[in-house]
């Protein structure tokens, strides 16, 4: 019984993320010291993490980064009713100045490097590929979290597109899926419209250099992931509503 129902709370979480624990009284009809019995055993095993405090806390699955924001932003039809100033870069140099943030989230100096190379290459992509041609939002949104040993990072535009980008440069390039894998797969010759193919195979040459790592990107209706946790990052952005922009998610294991 026990089993099951801690079964059933991390479902609720894992659907309802940061959930109360007035939500999992509510949704199992248990009582309140039965929750508490259950989350504090779950919070033990490592499987859940508990966050604020008081009639505030929430609970939710240890390791899993919370993207419904930048999901919301990143799928809106019209311009976004909210740009948090804290998570969008609207200028390169905004983005580069918030770079070195990634050497405070517990990354080895080796590690650093090459995150903030990964990271650099796809904001920079944002803006290579984008000047002038913002739908309606311009930047990036450029987003750090730091959940059970693990570093999420999500960048993220409301641009045209990796499709409409490389069919200027090959018209034979006709889907999105099509785009994406060229784009982080095949060597292009690398004049000014086509930097973004290489730019992002180094970028995949990095996150499949080791184990621990992993990413994945959309691009209108393509998807593509690459890495040892890559299909944990494909997962988190299979739940984006299709945009006409760019999304990617790495994940990179800290030691």
């Not at 184990?211 to 040892?228: I, K, N, P, T």
Request: glycine content about 10%; overall charge positive; aromatic content about 6%.
């Amino acid at each position: 019984m026990k089993t099951a129902t801690r079964a059933r709370i991390m479902e609720i979480i894992e659907k309802q993320s940061g959930t109360r624990p007035s939500d999992l009284i509510q949704a199992l009809a248990l009582t309140p010291q039965a929750i508490h019995r259950h989350l504090k055993s779950l919070l033990g095993k490592g499987l859940l993490e508990r966050r604020g405090a008081g009639p505030r806390v929430r609970y939710f699955i240890a390791g899993k980064p919370q993207l419904q924001q930048v999901a919301g932003w990143y799928g809106a039809r019209a311009a976004p009713s909210e740009s948090p100033p804290d998570l969008i870069c609207e200028t390169r140099d905004s983005f580069a100045g918030r770079l070195p943030r990634l050497t405070k989230t517990g990354l080895s100096e080796d590690d650093q490097s090459l995150v903030i190379a990964a990271v650099g290459e796809i904001g920079n992509n944002s803006f290579d590929h984008n000047l002038g041609s913002w739908k309606d939002a311009p930047g990036c949104w450029y987003q750090i979290q730091v959940t059970g040993r693990r570093l999420w990072i999500c960048i993220a535009d409301r641009g045209q597109g990796i499709l409409k980008s490389l069919a200027r440069v090959d018209p034979t390039i006709i889907e999105a899926q099509s785009a994406l894998t060229v784009a982080f797969e095949k060597i292009l010759s690398g004049r000014a419209p086509e930097r973004r193919g290489n730019g992002l195979k180094y970028v995949r040459n990095i996150i499949t250099g080791s184990h621990h790592r992993g990413l994945a990107c959309r691009s209108g209706s393509g998807l593509v992931d690459y890495g040892e946790f890559g299909m944990e990052c494909r997962s988190e952005l299979a739940r984006f509503p299709e945009s006409e922009g760019t999304v990617t998610l790495i994940v990179w294991s800290l030691k």
